[in-house]
């Protein structure tokens, strides 16, 4: 089955530093991914929509200077987290839609935890 | 604008029982799609179960099953045989053609040996 791919799984930064999560489909081409983002023993928080070829469009709240998103290709779509703030820390998570025509399916990342100093 | 209700914080079962998670929705839509998805501890979502709206019949994969009430904006999930590796948050999730999926608020399932 389609398989989406996310690192890293863990990192640990220090505060004013940045960080690249990076959300790879590996056997399909995804025009669209999301990032989500998770806090403890809570839901996922859709953060941004990410089109390929085109700007991200942020949920109301989230500062699109602060996590940049970018999706250059089909198959990546990368959030950055910039001069991160350990309030920054949480499980970020990644999904992909294949578009096979009849049967559109999502697929998630395995997710990575951002804890940050 | 669309919203999930979980409205079961946590639900416990002893195994090989029988146990129902419950989800209402809000849409204006008429047509969309439902999910329940399972995230166990290592926090990887896994697909447990997905109705399109326009299907009067309920989805079945193995021991789940959905009862899902259009009218009612109902949509909850029925785990039969209950087994140990069912223990996870479970999360009902919604959405429309091609918008993100949205989610509940979860229900952690324990399953007592």
């Known amino acids: 089955g389609a398989v989406v791919s996310q690192h890293p799984s863990r990192v640990i930064c220090k505060s004013g530093t940045s960080v690249k999560i990076e959300c790879r489909s590996l056997d399909f081409q995804a025009t669209t991914m999301f990032w989500y983002r998770q806090f403890p023993k809570q839901s996922l928080m859709l953060m941004a929509t990410s089109n390929e070829g085109s700007k991200a469009t942020y949920e109301q709240g989230v500062e699109k200077d602060k996590f940049l998103i970018n999706h250059a290709s089909l198959t990546l779509s990368t959030l950055t987290v910039t001069s991160a703030h350990p309030e920054d820390s949480s499980f970020y998570i990644c999904s992909a839609r294949d578009p096979a025509p009849g049967d559109e399916k999502l697929f998630f990342g395995s997710g990575t935890q951002l804890s940050v100093l | 604008a669309q919203t999930v209700t979980q409205s079961q914080p946590e639900m416990s079962v002893q195994e090989a029982e029988t146990v129902t998670l419950s989800c209402t929705y809000d849409?204006?839509?008429?047509?969309?799609?439902l999910f329940w998805y399972k995230q166990p501890p290592s926090r990887q979502m896994i697909l447990v179960i997905r109705q399109e709206a326009y299907k009067q019949q309920n989805a079945t994969e193995n021991r789940f099953s959905v009862n899902f009430q259009k009218a009612a904006k109902s949509f909850s999930l029925k785990i039969s045989d209950s087994q140990l590796g069912d223990a996870a948050m479970y999360f009902c999730?919604?959405?429309?053609?091609?918008?993100?999926?949205?989610f509940g608020k979860g229900t952690r399932l324990s399953v007592i040996a």
């Open positions: 999730a919604f959405r429309t053609g091609n918008t993100p999926l949205v």
């Open positions: 849409t204006s839509e008429s047509d969309y799609y």
